[in-house]
């Protein structure tokens, strides 16, 4: 049986092979063509023959690859090679990955195979291979159809640029690649051929890139769940429509890209300045506001991440005393600040340090347009926002701001109400008539202002949204765009455009407004331009062209809007923070709700297919909610049982729910390595298994470092690891290695399994290995790196590692300062002493240990930047002359994780005369020491999770 159908297979995928060959599109091992109980009776025939043989018969070959795609067929993400083993009995003892692996490589050259691409199939490069020939899991389906629904609008637009234009489409609208279902998007050429095969199908005659048997497979698959044969029935209504349709009314033809130039779908942004606001307060007083545009699409254009930002950090122009982290400028965008007084200058942000490149990128963003004063129209909700221009319209509400006062002959010819007069900002509202006499047009002109006529542009009928920050009206493909028109005057005609067609002419014949249509506008932005031709040819020096900016995009997911329209609000600081820095007090949560409300909350694990697989209940209390409180509910995820939910968890989300007030909830994203760790009590001992999802043990190394010698490493196997070794009574440091990456892990835990005491906290860790040679430096520099990065399970884990760093650290003192520098900083640090003249004295350099301390004595952010001034005091008071030695002593002291040398030797040598010269070295932990005097010792907490 098993011969007959190798042979069948063979020639069907010989048969799609030479069916394809001229589009280049691949074979699928999933195009099999065998009905369902074949199927069934191969899978069965396979495990026959492997007890029967006890190897894999490569005759077969092609039929290994048909049930290996059909293991990948129904996976469901949690065991590859459990589901193959429930699937064929007997693979886990006698079959071999490595075998699957190169029969479907041979697969791939022999049929023209798909190959797996992206960062998931390169880390796990076995399952990913009838995985990816499987095309769609059962349970992606509905995710998949779901995410064509959601993008239905902007694949139309770019369905004519090929699978891999569409596929990297379908991989930036998905989840992070921490999902497996983020995981199949990144087979972006995948992707793309299985949207056209979908979008195609029933289609004419047209070569399909599945098979079509395959292909109705699928379909039928995924359409047993209502909802998903919906969503897919409308993405493919909106997708094949967009293949006809012509636009009947002012829309404007779709322009025929350059020669090497792209369409795209993206909404090009609009490179904005800052505006000034102002908003009424209760009272009836008017508030200045800053409208900030959004900093990342500039930020992004100059290739500028947060390591630039954190050079730097930023205050507003009214601010004094307070900085903020140069990162903070990603979450001021498209915020409201409010603000004191008017800016002195166009520029409105600060920078502590100067920082060309970021100051370039965002020049526009952080300088408000035009000098004083500026012109601020109140529009229909009662804000007033900056206009472009200084011409005011007849009818209309302004509020003028202005740094210098206005003369007083201006304000009463222009019929001013003062709201304010103070220094550097003054606020008056103008209310401009129907009519202008000649004295307030020249009081206008005094102040700076114009005088304009123009059309007047309204929706009508649905009223889309406003997005202040970029002043465009935000408006779905779906919707008509139907405009009301009127002019300050009578209207001969008006002269209608969208974009760049040619305008079309309405005759206006003096009636007071106008309705016309735009018809259904494609995804970008879009401008509307109107000019209203008067009836009377002596204004039309005076008319100006009025625009319309409107962004057409695609519909928001109705499940991504509830959360902000709850009546809770909670935000995480810093925005970025892990999970590991929220249950190390490193991150706090911040929670906003109506007082004397309950609210419970509850931690949700996510598996990889997004859906969740437990949930642990954190309490319960009554807001308002201090830090404390969020401090202690969150401990319960410091237990044994939450370790593993949070290794094998893409995603944790604290959920806070308050009754009918609804739900609030902070994400936090975990990368799920191939690579972990899973901890067991068995039979009154703790075992520990690695977790192996690379799939490449003849690759893979482990070592150990136990709690009790941290410096020494001990040789594991693979194999011992994989089944499951003890762990030492102290708790040991496990180090996985595979491709040139460590995947570190501190486990220690408490013998009892209950809460930790003083007692277990104790550690005494002995640095043997490493001892008193300063040659031996480098090697402690890198146990200090391999600690120093490692994640934690669990509380004890946590406070020994810290335990073990410090012995690193104070090893490191002791060789180049000497033991009894190192007792009297830890004196010093430990407040036992509150002077640090004692310190200054064991340097042995008087002056140079005066400079030191008073240059960085008290100030943290001295350090920053500080390497020039510790080098300038080492040359001048004749204590080292030698660049390279001054500032590696001062990386040492500060920054060991940072050194490194081309050169090793020259390391080493370094390393001897700084231990050698007493002065140097001490000077440089003088600085570390002197610091952090103004600070509360506090100890480091775990940042890993």
């Known amino acids: ?59 077969h070959w092609l039929c290994w690859i048909a049930a290996a795609a059909e293991v990948g067929y129904s996976f469901d993400g949690v065991e590859f090679w459990t589901s193959f083993e429930g699937a064929v009995p007997g693979w886990s003892t006698m ?26 199939a390169k880390h796990f490069s076995i399952i ?61 050429n995948l992707t793309g051929m299985l949207f056209i095969a979908l979008r195609d199908e029933g289609i004419g005659e047209r070569v399909l890139p599945i098979e079509k048997a395959t292909l109705s497979r699928i379909i039928g698959d995924l359409e047993q769940r209502q909802v998903a044969k919906e969503w897919l029935r409308e993405a493919r209504r909106v997708i094949r429509d967009a293949c006809l349709k012509q636009s009947r009314h002012l829309a404007p033809a779709p322009a025929k890209p350059k020669q090497g130039q792209e369409k795209s779908v993206e909404a090009v942004p609009i490179e904005r300045h800052a505006l000034l606001t102002a908003r009424r307060a209760g009272n009836g007083a008017w508030a200045l506001r800053l409208q900030l545009p959004d900093f990342r699409p500039a930020l992004k254009a100059a290739k500028i991440g947060n390591p630039e930002l954190d050079k730097t950090r930023i205050r507003f122009f009214d601010e004094k005393g307070t900085w903020r982290p140069g990162r903070s400028l990603i979450n001021l965008s498209k915020s409201e600040p409010a603000i004191t007084r008017l800016p002195p200058t166009e520029r409105i942000i600060d920078f502590e340090t100067k920082t060309p490149t970021v100051e370039q990128a965002l020049h526009r963003a952080i300088s408000i347009p035009g000098p004083s004063p500026w012109l601020l129209r109140v529009q229909a909700d009662g804000v007033a926002r900056q206009v472009m221009g200084h011409h005011v319209r007849v009818g209309q509400t302004y509020v003028l701001a202005s740094t210098q006062p206005l003369a007083r002959t201006a304000v009463e010819e222009l019929k001013l109400c003062v709201i304010r007069e103070a220094e550097g900002s003054n606020l008056y509202e103008l209310n401009v008539p129907d009519a202008l006499s000649g004295i307030r047009l020249a009081a206008l002109e005094k102040v700076g202002l114009g005088y304009s006529l123009g059309a007047r542009i309204d929706p009508v009928g649905i009223v889309p949204s406003l997005d202040p920050s970029t002043g465009q009206s935000i408006w779905s493909p ?79 997911p109705w499940s991504k809007a509830p959360s902000e329209r709850c009546g809770l609000k909670v935000s995480v600081d810093p925005p970025e ?59 319960p995820l410091n237990k044994e049982k939450c370790w593993d939910l949070i290794q094998s968890s893409p995603k944790v989300d604290i959920v806070f729910d308050a009754g009918e007030l609804g739900s609030a909830r902070v994400s936090f994203r975990n990368k799920v390595e191939p690579l972990r760790w899973k901890v067991s009590r068995e039979r009154g001992g703790i075992t520990v298994r690695l977790i192996d999802e690379a799939d490449r043990p003849e690759e893979l190394s482990v070592e150990r470092y136990d709690l009790t010698a941290p410096d020494v490493k001990v040789a594991m196997s693979s194999d011992a690891c994989m089944a499951g070794i003890p762990l030492a009574a102290a708790g040991s440091l496990f180090v996985a290695l595979l491709d040139g990456k460590r995947y570190r892990t501190v486990i220690a835990l408490s013998p009892s399994g209950k809460s930790t005491s003083l007692g277990d906290l104790a550690l005494d860790p002995l640095l043997d290995f490493v001892g008193q040679d300063p040659r031996r430096i480098p090697r402690l520099v890198n146990l200090q790196r391999l600690w120093n990065g490692a994640n934690c399970m669990g509380p004890l884990a946590t406070i020994r590692r810290w335990r073990t760093i410090q012995a690193l650290d104070a090893r490191l003192v002791e060789i180049l300062c000497g033991s009894h520098w190192l007792r009297a900083t830890r004196e ?103 610091t952090a005097f103004g600070a509360d010792p506090v100890s480091p907490k775990d940042v890993a999770a």
């Open 828 to 930: 010093f640090t430990e407040r036992r002493v509150t002077s640090d003249r004692a310190l200054q004295q064991m340097v042995g350099i008087p002056s140079f240990a005066r400079a030191l301390a008073e240059a960085f004595a008290g100030r943290p952010d001295a350090i920053r930047g500080g390497l020039p001034h510790f080098q300038q005091a080492a040359i001048r008071y004749q204590v080292c002359s030698d660049a390279d030695a001054i500032k590696t002593a001062w990386q040492i002291a500060m920054e060991p994780a940072a050194l490194s040398f081309a050169d090793p030797r020259r390391g080493r040598d370094l390393f001897a005369g700084i231990a050698a010269n007493k002065g140097l070295a001490r000077g440089a932990f003088l600085v570390r020491a002197v």
């Open 478 to 556: 779906d919707d008509e765009i139907v405009l009301r028109l009127s002019a300050d005057y009578a209207v001969r005609e008006y002269q209608v455009a969208v974009g760049s067609s040619p305008a079309v002419r309405i005759p206006g014949d003096g009636r007071p407004e106008i309705l016309c249509t735009c018809g259904r506008l494609p995804l970008g932005p879009r401008t509307v331009t109107v000019s209203a031709v008067p009836m009377d040819k002596g204004l039309a020096e005076r008319v100006q062209t009025e625009i319309l900016r409107t962004l057409v995009r695609a519909p928001r």
């Open 128 to 188: 990913a291979w009838p995985i990816t020939h499987s095309i769609l899991p059962k349970d992606l389906q509905s995710q998949f159809a779901r995410l064509l629904y959601e993008c239905r609008y902007r694949l139309a637009s770019i369905q004519d640029q090929g699978a891999d234009k569409i596929g990297e489409l379908l991989r930036k609208a998905g989840p992070d690649t921490n999902t497996r279902f983020g995981n199949f998007l990144e087979q972006v």
């Open 1 to 59: 049986m098993l011969a007959d159908i190798n042979r069948r297979l063979d020639k069907q995928f010989a048969a799609l092979r030479t069916q394809r060959a001229a589009s280049g599109l691949p074979v699928f091992a999933l195009e099999h063509g065998l009905s369902e109980p074949e199927i069934h009776s191969l899978k069965l025939s396979l495990s026959g023959e492997l007890k029967r043989k006890g190897k894999l018969d490569h005759t």
């Open 577 to 635: 923070a892990r999970l590991g820095e929220l249950l190390a007090g490193q991150a706090r949560i911040t929670l906003i709700g109506p007082p004397r409300r309950k609210v419970s909350v509850k931690a949700e694990f996510f598996d990889v297919n997004a859906h969740v697989q437990a949930t642990e209940r954190l309490g319960e209390r009554e807001l308002p909610a201090d830090t404390g409180w969020f401090r202690r509910a969150v401990e």
């Open 95 to 120: 079959g071999s990955r490595t075998t699957i692996r190169d029969w479907y490589k041979r697969f791939g050259e022999r049929f023209s195979g798909i190959r797996p691409e992206g960062p998931w």
